[in-house]
């Protein structure tokens, strides 16, 4: 249950930044196939065709934008 409370804490911090509710980032989440990987996946690709930008791009935006939030 640690691995839920996680996720909803990474929902609450992204979701101002995607401009989603925090609900939607929270469906959004995923377990990444290689635990090497992390603990937890935001799949840039789904949300960069929406914003019709590079998948690359978006997680750069998204990191630079939450690296003061943590």
Do not use: R, W
Not at 9 to 25: G, S, W
Not at 34 to 60: H, I, M, R, W, Y
């Amino acid at each position: 249950m640690i691995l839920a409370q996680y996720k909803q804490k990474f929902a609450a911090l992204l979701a101002p930044h995607v401009q989603l509710d925090v609900a939607v980032v929270e469906g959004m989440i995923e377990l990444p196939p290689n635990p090497e990987l992390g603990d937890l996946a935001f799949p840039c690709f789904t949300l960069a065709k929406t914003l019709k930008k590079a998948p690359q791009v978006l997680a750069s935006e998204i990191a630079s934008l939450i690296a003061g939030d943590m």
